[in-house]
């Protein structure tokens, strides 16, 4: 997003409507690798928490997660991308 784009709502829009739509979908488990200081206003933890790490090099507070339904197991392990990631 270019910086005249910023702080206008837009990114918290659509990650809100991003995990309404995986709550809607019967997701538990949401990830997310981006910037530290953003994700946590959603409910992000480090994916550490829940034993879940990346494939790659990645620094700790990177690698969020969030637990739809806290109550719910969620898996652990290390994350598998698909192909087209080429990770």
Known sequence: MVPSAQDRGAGSAVIRAALEAARA????????LGHPAYYPR?????ASRFGIRAPFGVPD??????ALTPDAP??????????????
Do not use: D, H, Q, W
């Open 25 to 32: 979908r019967g997701e538990n488990l949401v990830l997310a």
């Open 42 to 46: 959603f409910g992000f933890v480090p």
């Open 61 to 66: 507070e990177a690698m969020m997660a969030l």
């Open 74 to 87: 969620v898996p652990s392990g290390t994350i598998r991308y698909p192909a087209a990631f080429g990770v």
